[in-house]
């Protein structure tokens, strides 16, 4: 048990999928996973430990934004020994040549967030995926006849921006923004983990077009199955 996370020692996978919406995380697991089993409805952030091609995987709501997902994943590192952490989640595009329902594997996270500025102490780290799963993911993807994106997002904490700021994200090549990368990648380095952000665009920051529901399902259903191959290591 941890503040957040009511779950008995060993009730959690080494490989954890993360979405943001704690019903999103109860969704994949009675959809995807064999044999789910809920450890966690602490403030109703459903947690289920189940399999997936008969290799144990966990599925954990994060809430949204840094500071919530901050929570979670430290508790899933510091007392559950979690190993692989996958976030699965929804991004905003800000290049022109990113179409709506995109796959994006995120190799870096850059962030908006003071939570790194105090963290390092003015230094600036640069929040970096795992290269394994970056790869599984991408061969996962690959296998499925996927042509996903692969590089940089931004991590926002704000998700009404008066300021545009994607416009200078944009001119840097990032290619979406999102709200919980740049922390997940921050401390799977701080514990030794690894982790992954996988993001479907679901809304053209610049273009002003979204996915319908029915659109977010099918590539929502792309990205699970990339998602849990890659935390299992069964990309190919
Ligand atoms: N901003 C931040 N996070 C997001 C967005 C966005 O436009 N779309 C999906 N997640």
Redo the contacts with the bound molecule.
Sequence with gaps: MSTHIAAQPGAIAEAVLLPGDPLRARFIAEKFLQNPVCYNEVRGMYGYTGSWKGKRVSVQGTGMGQPSLSIYVNELFRFYDVKRAIRV????AVQESTRLRDIIIAMSASTDSAINTHRFGGRHFAPTASFALVQAAWEAARARGIEPLVGPVAS?DI?YDDAESWKLWAEYGILG???EAAELYTLAARFGREALAILTV??H?AQGTATTAEERQTTFTAMMEIALDAAVGEAK
């Design positions: 989640g929804t991004t905003g926002s998700f923004i999102e709200m679901s809304d920051i």
